[in-house]
């Protein structure tokens, strides 16, 4: 098991670009308390937080210990627990058996750009349609289904590209590896 890193919490921005993070301190008795506010919060609020895009930074009031991933996974497990969720045990699975894998380093940016690829498109199509209501951009994206398909179609086969040369790559450092060590592959 790794330990846990303590990173400082963000005080100042570095840069007149970046914002500061919002600093959200968890005390021992698992209550959130918002720095920005001066009062106590719950996850639904830090979830909010999340949604509104505001950077934040969850830190253990005691040792400094930097929890943002921790609350988030929460937030997300939650999520998962209380509504149709996104991901099925078969990616979950997928996801667990990643760890410790050599490919382990390659899969969380080959997520966050998936991702990202994502939400250009949901923006790109969420853009064109800010005046229209619920009832017909449904009755849009029924219509526009192909459209959505072909696009997410031609991401998905990009992805698939880009997953399987990191493979290849991770075979021949491996192979290289083994090589140097006197091992044939």
Do not use: C
Not at 23 to 41: C, F, G, W
Not at 60 to 85: F, M, N, W
Not at 167 to 173: H, P, S, T, Y
């Amino acid at each position: 098991m790794k330990p846990r890193q303590t990173h400082p919490v963000p005080s100042q921005p570095s840069s007149s670009e970046e914002p500061t993070a919002r600093v959200i301190k968890k005390y021992p008795n698992r209550r959130l308390y918002d720095t920005e506010t001066s009062s106590y919060i719950k996850l639904t609020e830090v979830k909010q937080l999340v949604m509104d895009q505001v950077p934040l930074a969850v830190v253990d009031v005691k040792t400094g210990e930097d929890l943002t991933r921790s609350v988030l996974l929460q937030i997300i497990l939650d999520e998962e627990a209380g509504g149709e969720p996104i991901f099925t045990v078969g990616v979950l699975s997928s996801m667990i058996r990643f760890y410790g894998n050599a490919m382990q380093g390659f899969l969380g940016p080959y997520l966050e750009r998936n991702m990202q690829a994502l939400i250009d498109i949901q923006s790109r199509l969420g853009d064109q349609s800010k005046a229209v209501t619920p009832e017909t951009w449904a009755h849009f994206m029924q219509m526009q289904s192909p459209l959505v398909h072909g696009m997410m179609g031609r991401h998905v086969e990009q992805s698939t590209q880009l997953f399987l040369q990191m493979q290849e790559q991770a075979k021949k450092q491996r192979e290289q590896m083994l090589g140097a060590l006197g091992f044939k592959g």
